[in-house]
């Protein structure tokens, strides 16, 4: 599986950016995609994932009520919407997936497969 993650930038605070990640090669339909980020100094942070069977959505507490996760599967694409975001969420996104599906929001070590990062920058 590769996967490819676009649309980072810079924004000010309380603005919005949808990052996407799409897969190809063999994906895998009982599978997960996660957007994972890494603040400078800080532990990597599983911040949103998504079963592409069923669609059972997984919000880390940090981002629940301001980021959406959702899937196209025509597409092999998983999106990330952004919203109202803080300085806090500074960070390289990531997306990541693995065979398969989740229950919890699973941490950044268990997940199989990489994309490159995204850089998001939000400044106050």
Known sequence: VQLQASGGG???AGGSLTLSCE???RTSNNGAVAWIRQAPGKERE???A???RGGRLFYADSVKGRFTISKDRGRN???LQMNSLKPEDTAVYYCAARENRVVVLMPPDTWGYWGQGTQVTVSS
């Open 23 to 25: 897969a190809s090669g």
């Open 10 to 12: 810079s924004v000010q």
């Open 46 to 48: 599983s911040v949103a």
């Open 77 to 79: 694409t998983v999106y």
């Open 50 to 52: 998504v079963n592409l």
